[in-house]
Nanobody, 125 residues
Framework: QVQLVEAGGGLAQAGGSLRLSCAAS????????VGWFRQAPGKERDFVAA????????YYAESVKGRFTISRDNAKNTVYLQMNSLKPEDTAVYYCAVSTTGWGIPLNAYEYNYWGQGTQVTVSS
């Protein structure tokens, strides 16, 4: 079992920054992919970014490329999402997730089998 706890959400102004963290416990996630998804009210849960922990390979949704950066801290078993140049359309609940199956970087929510509780990010214009 893997338990995930997100933190760092909150309110930011357009153009501002926030850093989300996702702390994993229960077992190490160093052999897996860890992703961030977001879900706005009335919309589906969308892929944001992910990292294949063992090799550090990353992948981003086009909508956040160049603004968001995903990284990991081996010692803390934690993944971060640094969000810069925030836009009102970034407003959503952000979830981190772990995929223990397959290879590469999964892009679909159904490919992830452990999820955190989510953290709200609100960007005002």
């Amino acid at each position: 079992q893997v338990q995930l706890v997100e933190a760092g959400g909150g309110l930011a102004q357009a153009g501002g920054s926030l850093r989300l963290s996702c702390a994993a416990s229960g077992r190490t996630v160093s052999g897996y992919a860890v992703g961030w998804f977001r879900q706005a009210p009335g919309k589906e849960r969308d892929f944001v970014a992910a990292i294949r922990w063992s090799v550090g390979t990353t992948y981003y949704a086009e909508s956040v490329k160049g603004r968001f950066t995903i990284s990991r801290d081996n010692a803390k078993n934690t993944v971060y999402l640094q969000m810069n140049s925030l836009k009102p359309e970034d407003t959503a609940v952000y979830y981190c997730a772990v995929s223990t199956t397959g290879w590469g970087i999964p892009l679909n929510a159904y490919e992830y089998n452990y999820w955190g509780q989510g953290t709200q990010v609100t960007v005002s214009s």
